[in-house]
Structure formats: structure tokens, C-alpha cells
């Protein structure tokens, strides 16, 4: 009678077996809901292989070359590390997947990455570069670490919150309107918080996210440590990278759970759609504006809980205990879309792949700096796709997402106007 | 080896290098295991890497390919979907036409049809039909599943209860012959609008498809016209989140589903037939005790709570479920004639109705295949017969008392007699008898899963008289190509000699399982292969 | 030994006729095409008869041309090259009447006379075509694909399965009829499909090129107790498209289609001539009619709403349009053609196609029915040109599968005793049908003088015809020249 003992352990592939052997190629993971189906366009959700065609870059395609290595069919060369690499790990595919079959493909695809980089392989040259500036200023500019804190000049803060603002390096360095509407919006709705300043160190997203796990263990454990120190029982971020991060990854990277890591992750839009509806926060300005929300998939299908697993896997591939299945449907959905929904002026409509369906910007898994023509390619269809519904400005929750979206609108001189949701929010309060 | 470096090149220009590669990698990445018959014997001993993988985009591009495969004797095999084990290459150094790129779809609104390229599946042709009044019928299959190979292979769906199999419905379009050449089918062959299916003569759509096709060992159809379903313009609303999301029935009364418990099964046939001859309903089906439990289930372990148990056990003979939806095609009052005639009927049997959700979450645009390998791990319909309601019936009762033997390595589904439903008003049944089983290696007695599939259920299929068709594929040809037709086994040889005679297009299909069952020791071949049909 | 010979020891010796009388017989038919003679013809008495009887030809390779029907009207029948004239009018049993099943199991010889008076007893019926002549075989009808009176049904073919002889002699049967020990088995024939391959397909639009049928399955449909008949008259065809389209579309109706008041008076007219012209002067230029029928449960209230949901249609789209219960000033309203319309045309009257001028050269094919009126245009342009009266121009569009195509055919008149009318009528078909075929036209079963044309064009097509034709029958005995072969 067939039983294995395996865990929820990304560092060794072999825990993710079961899953490759058992993917039949519905792809689900390629194709939007099918409920959802919009028709001829827009029907796919995984930019990797829309991109790239070949099955060697779907999820399918990687899990077999994954166990094509773990039986020794193959070895790492170029075309597979490139493969493995040309992928945002955005989570479409593990949803899609979650609605039929329960594979673990986006932990497989995880494990996939850290074997390479174990073995030696990985990550991309421009991975290693950016692994260097965090090690030495930790973030991913390379900006001086004294620096990540120049944003909050002015800016009131209160050590003894029990809300620690978790900024990130690209509101800290790059895009510092985000941290300043974030900080009017607390100050608005009176919640006193701190911010970690120059002890906060990169989340770790870059690291982990291209299989540095070594790496993106010591800062998360830094960051860990320094949250704990700070006596802050609530972790606050306006970042979807970070947000998943340290609510996910965190406690992936140490064999732990979400529940066990003695603080308590939130996004800002969770935040201010509490406030909504406890009244603490009001919208007075109108903005009179079309607008439309890209679905962060750090903030949307990938933000559920981490719980781990360890057990039996029996006769029909039964877990004991049950294995707990992360399927996207409690993602951070509806908050966002209502915050903007009441802003008085706004005429909010939706874009054709949304929510655990969402095309994802382009910028995630280390594509934006390894690939960057591929990120701009992802990010110019979900372009095409606000120009579909008619939104004059397109918001999201995510400084990357931002980030990759407006290089695509600076390369294509299209005239969307992309903001963050938290200055959008910042000007509905002013 | 792969294939010839000259033959890489006149392909690569052709498609453009981007198109194709002979990266091993990327081969790696089509490997098998896919579909209906993964981790069977043949999937796991025949099938291996492609050589080259290359992405067409056109007929012309197609006609090309082929011309140099046919050139340099390179085994090729097309694959839309890859739905099904038969398209994963069984050749050394094979060509692998991977036709996703092919993916136009174009409506033709007026005279009700779609004209599609082999990588348009079926949720996006639902939703194009749907937006304009009409719809196609999702098959078991799934609803990712190529349009244009499901409707030249079987494509069976509850919604065929009204309009019949996707067969009928196959139009004009153009065939690359297996040496390259083009035939334009239907109207195409004298225009180039392909809005019917005959041509001038003989009808070779007759070659073309059947039950159940040739799975790529004739040459690529590369487009295909193929008809759309009258439907009313109350629209259908997704709604929920990732799993479970369903398409919202109108508030108006113009879909309907029911769930009537019959109080046996013998009432749930004749019940069937009934509904039939009334001429009412747009589906009429009998859904396997097994996967009103998935549909109950969170995941696999929750299914196997519910299963594990007396209720689920004596649920196979005790409860009888008869699913019907009913459709206002005209109007709302459409739809409250039928409920009347539907509830005259099953009245007359002491049939209750049960509850059931207005949503469609597993037809009309969604059909979840992939759902049936999610309680063991493996699995494929050994039986599709497609003959009257009363012969479907018999056949799946007859394969239940069997399968025990097989049992395990099968999963124990308590002799559940399968899935079946009615098709064209009542003139046609459908039966699909369901195999489950753990594909892991560690079992004994494993090869009995293929026993059964391969030998056991198709000699009983002879033996009784059914018409399962569907193991022209799934079988020796050796065993039901003599037995059926009879012979039709010859045709497929000639046909081939034909078309193919250097048999470069996806061999060694449909010859595929006498190959595999030759290197087994545990069939017994007097007693199947070498046995004389003609003597019953 | 000589053939005759041969085959009389496979039929018997009165089944095997030579007679100079008989062969001038089945030298001809009813149509424009100039006579052919056989060798021999042979009647054959048993299904058993036929395979024989093939491969005896193929021993020889003699000609068969198989004949089922008692009439016949575009020449496809007409031994051209010799050879065997295989009579099937023998063959005329009802094997199975399978009512819980919708099917019925008949062979060749089995004509629409014949089959109609039988299922009437059982409130059933095999949809027809429109009022075929009663001595026309019911299977010879449907492999030559006549399109069925009734486009409500998108499985609107009624042949299923059969038991075919291959023209290399070889016994088949086709779809689920295919299983071992048919026809005492589960399975029934009701599959047309496989196996493996759609053979069924093959014999279809062959003219007898692909073999001979034994026997074969149909499907059977209730016949109706209780019927409502409209007529939607109009004076412009171009009026008529979009109740055409629209009206099948909601599922409704049984019989539905569209007449030209020439066809339409030839149908009505009782008695002879003074009924046809009275009507054809009456009568609107076009008529689409369509019954609405009760199927065995609450007859009343599916009437009720199909009609309900016809004058919605019209509310909505044509609101012009009448819907008239009555065909003003013809006899009883012209409400008869119901009853009509689900029998063959009575055997004693003069077929109605015959009736203006003795003999009809029906021009027929598929097209969109919104492209109809422009080739009605054409066909009204043209037909002058060769002295032909467009009063006497016959039109009939009959939808098929809701709408979604429609077959349309133009009905010549001419009298078949006039070897010059003859002439000119097959000059006028066959010039009209290049015209048509160049507009688009499809024409899925050309006969006579447009296969040339059909096969010239259809070249892919063609080439592959040639080379399945030469796999089923090696040496080019059944029925050839008559296709592309």
C-alpha cells in the first residue's frame, strides 16, 4: 500500500513530487476560470506561456521538467535556468490549479528555484546583483540603509504603537508619495504607528522569490527580530511584495505558520476599509474620474494564510492530517475595490481578468530586473485591458506593480495615469 | 538523433526560429502524462520526448511542415489541447506540432456556426456563442479542450440531449492530408465559406472524424467550421470566487435545472424515456453516486469522509437521481409547459423532487474534467457507448458486476453502473463506465487496471453486444477492429495505405495498444487477440 | 459461363430479366437526361442477393447500377456504361418497428407509401421530405440527402445505421449497428457514428457509387394529433428572410418553409386545370407556412405558447407581416396541406411536379438563406433569356437545421414528350447551375450535367473522392461515370 511521509518543506523538491507526477495537463493554471471565460481575448492568465509558447514555460510544462530532474532525465543547463526564470511566480496558476486538482504548483515552482540556486545554478546574474545591494545597504537599490527613513521627515510617528508601518525599499527610495499618503491615511483615522526605520531591511521578496532562500532567511529573521523587539503586535504595509512576504514567505522559510509568527500582517486597504466601516474615515473630495484596480497577485490569490504541513500521504494520494490548501479565494479582494467604490466621483468599473483571474503586472519573481522586456510585455496587456473597459486611470496596490506599469506608459506614450491606491486614498481624504 | 538538421532548417524557415526548438529541455516538457489515459500502460511505456516542437500558425505553415516531415520521413504528431494520451509522441526522433498558436475564432452570427482554428477551446467559444444567443455543448472532455478535435472525435455533454453529438455538427474546413496537401471540406470545396459540412458527393467527413477519430493519424485539421445552438439572450452571471464559482441562472424562468430522486432505477430509465418522447428538456442526466460526493467535497480527503461510508455504499442502489435542466428556448411559458409535462411524468412514477442550486457550474461553459482524477489520483472511462438509453443502462450494470474482480487495484465504487444521459430527444443513450485507481507503482497487481481497460471491458463490449466504439482506441484493434463492423479494422489499413503509407502521422496510432499488449505477458492472447469474431 | 447465367443462380432465373421491353425500361426516367441501356437487369429478392450479385460483377467487372425507388427524376439511375441493373423494389420489408426507441429498420425497397400507412398505426412517423412521390425509396431519399420538411431538429438527418455492401462485395454495418451479433444485441443501431470512422457518411450523396444498402435504421418522430397551420404571405422574397430566419430559431413549429405561389398552387390545386390557375393568380408571390403541432402530453398548451411565441416574433420584428390561419380564397383555407405534409403525394394523383407540363427539372442546392434572394434574382434574370415563362418558375426554400442554411430549389416545367423543350430545359439547368455555382452556390449532390462543373471546381475535394472511391471499389463498377468517377 502505497504512503510517503513528506511536509510543506520547500528546500527538498521531493516534497512536491506527488504534485508533478499528478498534474494531467487540464491547464487550469494557463486558462482564466472558465466560468469566467471572457471569450476569444483575454482568455489565458499566465503571461509566461502566453509570452514564451513553449510548454516549457506553463506550469505544466515546468513541473514535469521538475521531475524529469528529480529522476535524472535532465540536468540544469541554460535553456532550463531560463525556463525556471522566465516566470513571475504570480500564483495564477496555483489557484487555477486549486480549483480542480489541489497541486501544490506554486510551492513546486518555489522549490524548483531553490534547488537551482542550490545546485548552483541559479539565480540570473541580475538576481545575484540585487542580492548584493541588500546584503550590504539592504535594499534593492542599493541606497544608503541610512536612508530609508528620509521619506518620514516631518512625519509623526509614536514608538509606542502597537502598529509598526512596514515601508519597503520602493516607497522608501523610490516612490515616497506612497509612504507619505500612507502615513496622512493612519494619521487621518487617528492610528498611531512606528515605522522600523533603517533597521527595516528589504523584505526578502527578491531573494526568495528567486530561490535565495539562504539569503532571504537572514533578512527575514532580521525583520522578525526587529518587529518582535518592537513590541508591535501589527505589521502594517502598503506594499502587496511585502505584505506577502512576511505573511506567507516568512513562515514558509522557517517551516512555521502565519499564526505562529507573533504578529499579525495587514495592507493598508484592509486597514481603511475597517475604518469604512467603523466610520472612522471619511472621503470628501470628489474625483471625478473612470477608474479600474489591477489585483496585486502578491495582495490577491497569493496572500492566504501559510499554514504548515507535515504528515502521511496514503493510498489516493489521502493527507493525515489533511493537508491545508491555499486556493486563492480569500485573497484581498473586495476591500480595495470598495474603498474606491465610495470615493464620491469616482466611476469604478472592472477590468476583464480579475481577482484570482487577474494578468499579472509583469514585474514579479525576479522578471523586472532579469527580464525586463518580458515584464514590459506583460505589462502593456493589462494595459490593452484598462483601455478595453475605458478607465482613464488605473490603481493598484502595489508600488511594483506601479513601478512596471508606468515604464510601460513611459516606453508606449499611452496617457493612463497608474497611482497607488494609498494616494488615491490620500486625495479622497485631503 | 532527432531529425535530419537540413529538415530543422526548412522548418525553421517556414515558422521563424522562435516557433520551433529541438532544445531537449523544452522537449521534456511534453512528455506524456497528459489527459485521458495518463498512467496507463501506454502512457507510461510508449510515450517519450519529441525531438522538435514547433508552433505553426497557418494552414500554409502546416502544409509545409508536413511536406518536409513527408519529405525526410520524420513521425510527426499534431496536438491541440493535449487532452489525451494518444497525442504525446510514441516515436523516436518525432515531430511534435503543437497547434495553440492556430487560435482564430470568427462567429458567424446569421447562419449559426463558428469557424475555429484546432487551439480555440470550448469556454471561449461558449462565451462568443453565448453573447450572441447561442451556445455550443461543453464536453465531458472539459472545457479546455480544442473545439475543433472534440467535435472530430466525440465530444459527449449532457447538452447533446437536444441537438445530438458534436459530429452532426462538424462543417467545412481545411484538412492537411498526412503528405501535406490540402482538402477543403464541406462548402469549402468550391468556396471559400464553410458554413455546411458536405461537399460535392460522398461525404468525407466521413474519413475525417467518426467514433472516435484519429487523433492526429491523418493528417491536421486546421480549420473547421463547426455549428452553434440556438439559446435565448437572458444572460447567464459568473459569479463566486475560485473554486466555487458558478454561472447564475435568470431571474426569469428561462433555465432551470431538477433534481428528481426516482425510486428505482428502472423508473430512472423509463422516466428518461418518457421525457424523450414528450420532446421537453435541453438535458436529461444520470450522474455517478461518486461524483455527487466530489461535488460535496472541499477536497480529497472530505470526499473520502463521505465516501468511506454505509450511506455512500448502499447510496449506489438506493438513490437514483435524475438531473434534468429544462430551457425557454421561446419564452418563459416554454419552460412552465415543460415543468408540467416533466412533473405529469415523473408524478407517474412517484419520483420527489429534490433541491438544487440555479447555477451551472459543470456544462454550460465549465466542465471540470480534471476534477475526475482528483479522488485517486488516476483515471479514464473504459466504456463509451452510444446507442439507446435501455442498451447504455444494461452495458454499465453488466461492467459494475465485472469490475469487483479488478478491484482493487481499482478504486471500490461500490458497482456504480457509470454516467449516463440521453441524447437527441431520446433517440440516442450514452453510457461512460468509470475506472479510478492510485497510479502509485507501489501496489500489487497494478497491470490489472490495464487488463481491464485494454482487454477485460472491450471483449465483454463484443461479447454482449455494445457499442463501444470508443476502444477502437482504447483496445487491440486486433480484438474490437475485427470484431466491429466487422472488420472495420481493415478499413483503418487501407485507409491509411492510402493517405499515409510511410505511416508518418502520430504512429502507431490506433495501432497502439496491439503494440503495447504484444510485450505484456499478462494478456492471453488465443482467448483475445487471435480469437474469431466472426463466430460471435 | 455467361453472366446471365451466373446471376441466375444467385436470384433465380425470373429475377433475371433481358427482355429488350424491360431494358428500354430502365434505360430512362422521368428527367431531361437521354437514355442509357442495361445489360440485364436483376431483381433481388433477398439481402443476401445483393452481395453476390457484387461480387460477381467484380469477378467481371460489370457495371451495377442499384435501383431502389419506383420513380426516379435527375438520371442517376440511367446505365450509361451497361452493365447490371440491381432492382432493390423487392426488397420492401419493415424489419423492426422499435417505438420505445424511435426507430424503425427497413429495406431499400421500402418506399414513403409504403412506410407512412404502417407507422400511422402507431402514432409515428419518419420525417419527410416535402410530399416526396410515394414510390420513392424512403432510404434512396435520405442517402441523397433530401432535406427534411421539418427544420426543428439540429439532428435532422434521419438515417442512423446500416448494413451496407461495399462495392468490393464485403458486408459492413456502420454505427452502433456495427456490434457483433446485431441485431440481437443491446445495442440497437441508434448511433450513426463508427466504428472508428463516420462510414455512414461515405454512400451519402454517392448516387449508388459506394455501394449497395441492405438495410437501414430511421428515426421516427410522434406523429401529431393536434395542428395549427399558418401562412405568412409576402410579395417580395427579400420580406421573407428574417421571419426565416427568426421563426426556427425559438424552437418552434414542425413543417416550415417557403413556396412561390407556382409551387404552392400545384400543391393546392384540386381539380385540375382550373384549381392551378385560379391559385397561381391569387395566391401571393411567396408563402412561408409553418404548422405547430401537439406532441402525446397537454397537445393544447404546447401550442399554445409556440404560438404565443410566433406572435412575439412578429410584435418584435415584423410587425407587418401577417399570420394569416387561412390562405384567402382557396378551398378550406388551404388548412389541408397539414395532413398533407405528413404523407408521400397520393399515388393516383399526377406527381405534383408533373402536373403543369408532365415532367419538372428541379435546379436545386444550399445556400445562407439571406444570399436566396439574390440568386432568385439571378435565376429570374436568366431564365427569360431561354424562352422560359417565369409565371411557370417553381421556387421552394426550405430551412434547414433552424435556419441556419436553407436548401433552394427552382422548379422548371417542361413537357417531356417535347424532345426540344427537353433540350432547352437541360441547357437552361445547366448554364443556370454554372451561374449559381459561380455565385456560390453549393451544390452538395450534382447530378446529371453539373457534376463536371462541381467536381472541376471542388479540386481538393475531387482528388480525394477519387482516391477513397478506389479503395472501396477497385474496379470502378458501381454506378460509374457517374460522379468524378
Given at each position: ?211 535565495q532562500i539562504e539569503k532571504a532567511k537572514k533578512v527575514a529573521q532580521h525583520n522578525i527580530d526587529t ?76 496572500s492566504e494564510p501559510w499554514v504548515y504541513w507535515e504528515g502521511k500521504r496514503k493510498l489516493y494520494g ?113 | ?21 529541438d532544445d531537449q529541455v523544452i522537449a521534456q516538457a511534453y512528455v506524456g502524462r497528459l489527459g485521458h ?500 | ?485
Open positions: 500500500m502505497p504512503e510517503e511521509y513528506v511536509k510543506f518543506d520547500l528546500t527538498d523538491m521531493k516534497n512536491f513530487e506527488y504534485d508533478m507526477k499528478r498534474c494531467v495537463r487540464c491547464k487550469g493554471c494557463k486558462w482564466v476560470d472558465h466560468i469566467y471565460m471572457p471569450g476569444a481575448t483575454y482568455s489565458t492568465r499566465c503571461p509566461s506561456e502566453k509570452r514564451y509558447l513553449f510548454d516549457s514555460f506553463s506550469a505544466w510544462g515546468r513541473l514535469r521538467l521538475a521531475l524529469s530532474l528529480l529522476n535524472g532525465r535532465i540536468e540544469f543547463n541554460d535553456r532550463f535556468v531560463e525556463a525556471i526564470y522566465k516566470c513571475q511566480l504570480c500564483g495564477a496558476c496555483d489557484a487555477g490549479c486549486k480549483r480542480n486538482l489541489d497541486l501544490e504548483i506554486g510551492s513546486a515552482l518555489e522549490s524548483l528555484r531553490i534547488k537551482c540556486v542550490a545546485d548552483g545554478f541559479g539565480p540570473m546574474p541580475e538576481h545575484k546583483a540585487i542580492a548584493e545591494k541588500i546584503e550590504k545597504e539592504h535594499n534593492v537599490f542599493g541606497g544608503p540603509a541610512d536612508n530609508r527613513d528620509k521619506w518620514a521627515k516631518g512625519i509623526q510617528t509614536d514608538d509606542k504603537a502597537e502598529f509598526v508601518y512596514f515601508v519597503g525599499c520602493y516607497g522608501s527610495y523610490k516612490m515616497q508619495g506612497i509612504p507619505k499618503a500612507t502615513a496622512n491615511i493612519l494619521k487621518a483615522t487617528g492610528q498611531s504607528f512606528k515605522i522600523m526605520g533603517s533597521d527595516e531591511y528589504c523584505c526578502g521578496y527578491p531573494l526568495y522569490s528567486t530561490g518587529i518582535a523587539k518592537s513590541g508591535a503586535k501589527t505589521v502594517i504595509t502598503a506594499c502587496a511584495e511585502c505584505y506577502k512576504t512576511l505573511k506567507v514567505d516568512y513562515p514558509k522559510m522557517f517551516n512555521k505558520s502565519t499564526s505562529d509568527m507573533g504578529y499579525q500582517v495587514i495592507h493598508l486597504v484592509e486597514f481603511v476599509a475597517d475604518q469604512m466601516e467603523k466610520g472612522t474615515i471619511k472621503f470628501k473630495n470628489n474625483i471625478d474620474m473612470r477608474v479600474t484596480y489591477h489585483d496585486a497577485c502578491n495582495l490577491a490569490r497569493m489521502i493527507t493525515e492530517p489533511t493537508a491545508p490548501r491555499r486556493k486563492g479565494t480569500h485573497g484581498v479582494y473586495h476591500q480595495p475595490r470598495n474603498i474606491l467604490k465610495a470615493i464620491p466621483g469616482i466611476d469604478y468599473v472592472d477590468m476583464i481578468r480579475i481577482r484570482e483571474n487577474a494578468w499579472c503586472c509583469g514585474a514579479g519573481g525576479g522578471v523586472a530586473e532579469a527580464f525586463p522586456e518580458f515584464a514590459q510585455w506583460s505589462a502593456e496587456e493589462r494595459l490593452e485591458e484598462v483601455d478595453e473597459v475605458g478607465a482613464a486611470a488605473l490603481i493598484t496596490a502595489c508600488p511594483r506593480c506601479k513601478d512596471n506599469f508606468s515604464k510601460a506608459i513611459n516606453a508606449s506614450g499611452d496617457n493612463i495615469k497608474v497611482m497607488d491606491i494609498a494616494e488615491m486614498i490620500n486625495e479622497a481624504i485631503k | 538523433m532527432g531529425i535530419p538538421q537540413e529538415a530543422y532548417k526548412a522548418m525553421e524557415d517556414i515558422v521563424g526560429s522562435q516557433y520551433i526548438t489515459g495518463k498512467d496507463t500502460g501506454i502512457d507510461l511505456d510508449m510515450n517519450v520526448p519529441p525531438a522538435v516542437i514547433v508552433l505553426p500558425r497557418t494552414t500554409k505553415e502546416v502544409q509545409g511542415i508536413l511536406k518536409i516531415a513527408h519529405r525526410y520521413k520524420i513521425n510527426y504528431v499534431p496536438a491541440s489541447s493535449f487532452w489525451i494520451s494518444h497525442c504525446a509522441p510514441k516515436r523516436p526522433d518525432s515531430l511534435l506540432l503543437d497547434l495553440k498558436r492556430m487560435n482564430d475564432l470568427e462567429i458567424d452570427e446569421e447562419n449559426m456556426c463558428a469557424i475555429c482554428g484546432p487551439g480555440v477551446i470550448f469556454s471561449q467559444l461558449q462565451e462568443e456563442a453565448i453573447k450572441r444567443g447561442m451556445y455550443t455543448t461543453t464536453p465531458g472532455g472539459g472545457s479546455q479542450v480544442s473545439v475543433v478535435a472534440n467535435h472530430i472525435n466525440w465530444g459527449l455533454s449532457p447538452l447533446n440531449y437536444r441537438n445530438g453529438v458534436p459530429g452532426r455538427r462538424v462543417l467545412g474546413g481545411e484538412w492537411v492530408l498526412p503528405d501535406g496537401e490540402l482538402l477543403r471540406i464541406g462548402s469549402m470545396s468550391t468556396t471559400d465559406d464553410p458554413f455546411w459540412g458536405e461537399g460535392p458527393g460522398p461525404d468525407l467527413r466521413g474519413l475525417l472524424r467518426g467514433w472516435i477519430g484519429w487523433f492526429g493519424a491523418m493528417g491536421v485539421v486546421t480549420k473547421l467550421a463547426v455549428k452553434l445552438l440556438p439559446f435565448h439572450d437572458e444572460g447567464l452571471k459568473p459569479v463566486g470566487i475560485s473554486p466555487h464559482t458558478t454561472l447564475q441562472f435568470p431571474e426569469k424562468k428561462r433555465i432551470r435545472w431538477y433534481n428528481f430522486v426516482m425510486p428505482t432505477r428502472e423508473s430512472l430509465v423509463e422516466c428518461m424515456y418518457d421525457i424523450g418522447k414528450a420532446e421537453i428538456a435541453a438535458a436529461l442526466t444520470k450522474v455517478p453516486q461518486q461524483w455527487r460526493y466530489i461535488a460535496k467535497a472541499g477536497c480529497r480527503e472530505d470526499f473520502w469522509e463521505g465516501w468511506n461510508t454505509d450511506e455512500a455504499r448502499n447510496s449506489i442502489n438506493n438513490i437514483h437521481i435524475c438531473r434534468v435542466m429544462l430551457v425557454g428556448y421561446a419564452s418563459e411559458e416554454q419552460l412552465e409547459y415543460e415543468e408540467r409535462v416533466l412533473m405529469d411524468i415523473m408524478d407517474s412514477y412517484g419520483a420527489k423532487l429534490g433541491r438544487t442550486r440555479q447555477s451551472d457550474n459543470s456544462w454550460i461553459k465549465n466542465a471540470d474534467s480534471a476534477t475526475m482524477w482528483m479522488m485517486t489520483g488516476a483515471y479514464t472511462s473504459v466504456q463509451v457507448t452510444v446507442d439507446t438509453v435501455d442498451c447504455g443502462v444494461k452495458g454499465g450494470e453488466g461492467l459494475a458486476r465485472e469490475k469487483p474482480a479488478f478491484t482493487p487495484p481499482l478504486m471500490d465504487d461500490y458497482g456504480e453502473p457509470g454516467w449516463f444521459q440521453v441524447s437527441e430527444i431520446g433517440h440516442m443513450g450514452y453510457i461512460e463506465f468509470l475506472q479510478y485507481w492510485d497510479p502509485n507503482p507501489d501496489q500489487e497487481n497494478l497491470y490489472k487496471k490495464d487488463e481491464w481497460n485494454y482487454i477485460k471491458v472491450p471483449t465483454l463490449d463484443a461479447e454482449w453486444g455494445m457499442f463501444n466504439a470508443f476502444n477502437i482506441y482504447a483496445s487491440p484493434m486486433n480484438l474490437t477492429g475485427k470484431a466491429y463492423g466487422p472488420e472495420c479494422r481493415k478499413w483503418f489499413e487501407k485507409v491509411k495505405a492510402e493517405f499515409d503509407p510511410d505511416k508518418l502521422s502520430n504512429d502507431p496510432i490506433p495501432w497502439d495498444v496491439d503494440e503495447y499488449v504484444d510485450k505484456v505477458d499478462w494478456v492471453n492472447k488465443e482467448d483475445y487477440i487471435n480469437r474469431d469474431w466472426s463466430k460471435g | 459461363m455467361d453472366l446471365k447465367n451466373e446471376l441466375q443462380k444467385i436470384v433465380g432465373a425470373g429475377n433475371v430479366l433481358d427482355s429488350p421491353e424491360i431494358l428500354e425500361e430502365y434505360s430512362t426516367d422521368n428527367g431531361i437526361y437521354p437514355p442509357g441501356m442495361p445489360t440485364v437487369v436483376v431483381k433481388a429478392g433477398k439481402s443476401e442477393d445483393v452481395a453476390k450479385v457484387i461480387n460477381l460483377a467484380n469477378k467481371n467487372s460489370t457495371p451495377v447500377i442499384p435501383v431502389s425507388s419506383g420513380v426516379h427524376f435527375q438520371g442517376c439511375t440511367i446505365p450509361y456504361q451497361g452493365g447490371i441493373v440491381l432492382d432493390l423494389s423487392n426488397l420492401n420489408k419493415i424489419l423492426e418497428i422499435d417505438p420505445p426507441n424511435r426507430r424503425v429498420r427497413i429495406e431499400p425497397g421500402v418506399t414513403w407509401g409504403q412506410i407512412t400507412d404502417e407507422l400511422a398505426k402507431e402514432n409515428i412517423r419518419v420525417i419527410s421530405p416535402l410530399l416526396p412521390h410515394a414510390d420513392r425509396s424512403v432510404i434512396t431519399d435520405y442517402l441523397e440527402r433530401e432535406a427534411p420538411v421539418v427544420p426543428k431538429y439540429e439532428f435532422a438527418e434521419p438515417l442512423m445505421t446500416y448494413e451496407i455492401v461495399w462495392p468490393n462485395g464485403e458486408v459492413f454495418r456502420t454505427g452502433s449497428a456495427s456490434v457483433p451479433g446485431y441485431p440481437d444485441s443491446p445495442a440497437k443501431g441508434t448511433n450513426p457514428a463508427g466504428p472508428g470512422l463516420d462510414f455512414y457518411r461515405l454512400p451519402q450523396g454517392a448516387q449508388g457509387t459506394m455501394g449497395v444498402i441492405n438495410w437501414a435504421n430511421l428515426k421516427l418522430e410522434y406523429l401529431p394529433k393536434i395542428n395549427k397551420i399558418f401562412f405568412m404571405p409576402f410579395e417580395d422574397i427579400n420580406a421573407a428572410i428574417e421571419p426565416i430566419y427568426k421563426i426556427p430559431r425559438v424552437h418552434i413549429g414542425q413543417e416550415f418553409f417557403l413556396l412561390n405561389h407556382v409551387d404552392l398552387a400545384l400543391i393546392l390545386a384540386k381539380q385540375w386545370p382550373d384549381d392551378y390557375d385560379r391559385l397561381s393568380d391569387i395566391l401571393p408571390s411567396w408563402t412561408l407556412i409553418l404548422t405547430i403541432s401537439g406532441p402525446p402530453r397537454r397537445p393544447e398548451e404546447r401550442i399554445e405558447y409556440e404560438k404565443e411565441a410566433l406572435f412575439d416574433l412578429k410584435k418584435q420584428y415584423f410587425q407587418d407581416m401577417p399570420i394569416l390561419e387561412a390562405l384567402p380564397g382557396v378551398p378550406g383555407g388551404g388548412r389541408e396541406l397539414i395532413h398533407m405534409l405528413r404523407k408521400p403525394w397520393p399515388k393516383e394523383e399526377v406527381y405534383w411536379k408533373n402536373r403543369l407540363s408532365g415532367a419538372c427539372q428541379s435546379l436545386f442546392f444550399i445556400a445562407r438563406p439571406e444570399d436566396a434572394p439574390s440568386f432568385y434574382e439571378k435565376v429570374v434574370d436568366e431564365a427569360p433569356k431561354y424562352g422560359y415563362p417565369l409565371e411557370d418558375l417553381g421556387v421552394y426554400l426550405q430551412p434547414i437545421e433552424q435556419s441556419r442554411v436553407c436548401h433552394l430549389e427552382f422548379n422548371m416545367f417542361y413537357d417531356p414528350d417535347d424532345p426540344i423543350e427537353r433540350e432547352k430545359i437541360r441547357i437552361m439547368n445547366r448554364e443556370l447551375a454554372q451561374d449559381l455555382l459561380d455565385m456560390g452556390a453549393i451544390f452538395t449532390r450534382p447530378y446529371g450535367d453539373l457534376a463536371d462543373m462541381v467536381y472541376e471546381k471542388a479540386t481538393s475535394y475531387t482528388t480525394a473522392l477519387k482516391r477513397v472511391k478506389k479503395m472501396f471499389d477497385p474496379n470502378n463498377i458501381m454506378n460509374p461515370g457517374r460522379l468524378c468517377f
